[in-house]
């Protein structure tokens, strides 16, 4: 009990200095040396020892952690500044060589259309090849592609009308060149063909048979310049239509007879397919010449034998007429010329029997149409009921 006080004192001490407070213990208290104290204390001094070892233990392995933490962080830093110095400037150099390339690609794909479209302006239409993409490039050459395509086919347009307009020009000044020699020749004719008319009277009971024959010569072949300059007259005449309301099966069979009586020696069969009665607001004596013409047309191709077919089909509006016949047909490439004056295939004709018609038909607000094969022609006329 009497060393209870410096108990505390003791065991503070012997922490730090536990081999002196062993000396102590046994000079000046006399503690026994195997006394249970000093083998505690004894006990006590190696843990401690074990202690420190073991903090000692502990200190290296934290400091061996700080180092290679220490090293982790400068390699970090150093991959960083690798990363900066090496990765940065090629990411930044392969960007640009991208952007270059992508830059180009744009540029020439503009440079191609711009020389395109100079080319466009100068007349010449070359479509750049469809792009596939959805670039705004892309969306361009389409609509620049779009756009040629509609500008050709204005042009082509342009240039059908162009040609037509010429061509129309063309037939204006032959028409009036036409009709002023038409006139000049109409008078001294009508006195050739009654002077040869009267001789013809006269010779007729001559035994003289080369004087017959020359004055029935100079009769036909007045007769037939009689016939030109009248055709070249109604077509240069371009009459506006006194029209009358007309039944036109009626009108249309009247026309047959006089044809009838022309080819009376041919093998025509005649039919027509229509209702009794279209009654229908024209000019009979210009439509009489539309069918005159016609029927005379059919009759030459078929030569003296065949199939002539008018068929009529009344609609509201529309009366719609066809004259079928069974000749040898138009070649494709005469099709689009032979409502043009003077365009004719035949030794005697004159080319202006179509051309009266087309003008006759048009100045009755209808229109004409041709379908021919080599089985034979149809003409369709499309008529207006009235107007
Ligand atoms: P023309 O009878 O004096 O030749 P047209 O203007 O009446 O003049 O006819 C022009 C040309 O159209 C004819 O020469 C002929 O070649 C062709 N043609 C017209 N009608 C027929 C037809 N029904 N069949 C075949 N060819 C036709």
Redesign the pocket.
């Known amino acids: 009990m009497k060393y209870d006080f410096f108990i505390p004192i003791m065991e503070s001490t012997f922490l730090e200095h536990p081999e002196q407070i062993e000396t102590l213990l046994k000079q000046f208290y006399s503690v026994s040396d195997k006394g249970s104290l000093l083998n505690h204390l004894r006990q006590i001094n190696s843990k401690v020892k074990e202690l420190r070892n073991t903090g000692e233990e502990i200190i290296d392995i934290s400091r061996e952690i700080d180092k290679s933490a220490r090293y982790r962080v400068q390699y970090v830093i150093k991959a960083s500044e690798v990363g900066i110095l090496i990765v940065f400037p090629f990411a930044f150099l392969s960007g640009f060589i991208a952007l270059f390339f992508v830059t180009q690609n744009i540029v020439k794909r503009l440079n191609e259309l711009m020389v395109t479209i100079e080319k466009t302006g100068e007349g010449f239409y070359s479509p750049l090849p469809f792009p596939s993409g959805k670039d705004e490039v892309s969306t361009l050459i389409r609509t620049y592609n779009h756009m040629a395509e509609a500008l050709k086919d204005r042009e082509t347009q342009l240039i059908k009308k162009e040609e037509e307009l010429i061509r129309h020009k063309k037939l204006a000044a032959i028409g009036t060149l036409a009709s002023g020699v038409a006139h000049e020749l109409n008078n001294p004719l009508n006195n050739i063909h009654l002077s040869a008319q009267i001789l013809a009277r006269e010779v007729k009971g001559s035994s003289e048979g080369i004087i017959k024959e020359t004055v029935e010569d100079i009769l036909s072949q007045s007769l037939r310049v009689k016939k030109i300059v009248g ?1 070249l007259l109604e077509f240069a005449r371009e009459k506006k239509p006194e029209k009358v309301s007309i039944n036109l099966p009626e009108l249309i069979k009247g026309v047959y007879n006089q044809v009838e009586k022309v080819y009376l020696s041919e093998k025509i069969n005649f039919s027509l397919i229509s209702p009794e009665e279209i009654y229908v607001s024209i000019d009979p004596a210009q439509i009489e010449r539309v069918f005159l ?2 029927f ?3 009759v ?3 030569q003296g034998e065949g199939e002539l077919v008018v068929r009529i089909y009344d609609d509201e509006d529309v009366v719609k007429i066809e004259v079928s ?1 069974t ?4 070649p494709e490439d ?1 099709l689009d ?5 003077f ?4 030794d ?10 087309y003008n006759i038909i048009k100045n009755h607000y209808g229109r004409i149409e ?1 379908n ?1 094969t080599e089985k ?2 149809t ?1 369709t006329i499309y008529l207006p009921r009235e107007i």
């Open positions: 055709d013409n016609l005379t047309n059919a030459d191709a078929m016949d000749g040898p047909g138009i005469c010329k032979i409502f043009d004056p365009f004719t295939t035949k005697k004709g004159t080319g202006l029997g179509l051309s009266i018609v041709v021919s034979g022609t003409f």
